[in-house]
């Protein structure tokens, strides 16, 4: 069974510019999150989805992130400007049922200059 | 807030020798408690989780935790480590506070086994 697949892999910036990561979730996984995690933290929720639209997006930044998953499959995190402290790795993760085991994807990882 | 914290942040130690990791968090609710596992260059992979039931919990490669339901604990156990086992440890709790139940992690700890 293929895993998530997450890219790009590395992603290296200037402040104000935007940039865009993309999700496949594993096939009929109908849960789909976003997650950051900055250098010596664990991750923390961004976005959780089911199916094709938000669940929970209590800690988005909603000014400058923005997520969306068409067709309920695949979905892109998109930063706008980003920030010095939006650098992190940005993990997607999927479940087969909102209740089921989280499997994450290995990470994109942001460098914000 | 509800928050999750893990004791340590980094552990040496040699090969044989037992570890034990500490997390605690903070509700009194329902919680569905996790540890993750991460070792170098790989994916975030789930160790094992306590939904219900039986308090001891046994997990792929060895490892167990323990709910204490009284302490707001969920320690990770393994009684004797392989060099294999120098990875990124995370403690995470769902607090079923509705209907959606957000996964919230610990900091981690850093497990360094040498030979």
């Known amino acids: 069974e293929a895993g998530v697949a997450q890219s790009p892999r590395y992603k290296i910036i200037e402040k104000r510019q935007s940039v865009a990561f993309w999700c496949n979730p594993i096939?009929?996984?109908?849960?789909l999150y976003w997650y950051q995690q900055i250098l010596g933290q664990g991750p923390k929720l961004l976005i959780q989805f089911q199916n094709n639209g938000v669940v929970d997006d209590s800690q988005l930044p909603k000014d400058r992130f923005s997520a969306e998953r068409l067709k309920g499959v695949d979905s892109t995190l998109k930063i706008q400007p980003a920030k010095l402290e939006d650098s992190a790795v940005y993990l997607c993760a999927s479940s087969l049922v909102r209740e089921g085991e989280q499997f994450f994807g290995p990470g994109t990882r942001l460098t914000v200059l | 807030a509800q928050s999750v914290s893990q004791h340590n942040h980094h552990v040496i130690l040699s090969e044989a020798a037992s570890l034990e990791l500490g997390c605690n968090y903070s509700y009194g609710g329902t919680v569905n408690l996790f540890w993750y596992v991460q070792y170098p260059g790989q994916h975030l992979q789930l160790l094992l989780k306590?939904?219900?039931?039986?308090?001891l919990v046994k997990g792929i490669k060895g490892f167990e935790a323990e709910f204490i339901k009284s302490k707001f604990s969920f320690n990770l156990r393994k009684p004797s480590v392989q060099w294999s086992d120098t990875a990124e440890y995370f403690c995470a709790v769902k607090f079923l506070t509705d209907s959606w139940g957000k996964l919230q992690f610990g900091a981690g700890t850093q497990v360094v086994v040498t030979p």
């Open positions: 096939s009929g996984h109908a849960t």
């Open positions: 306590y939904f219900s039931g039986d308090p």
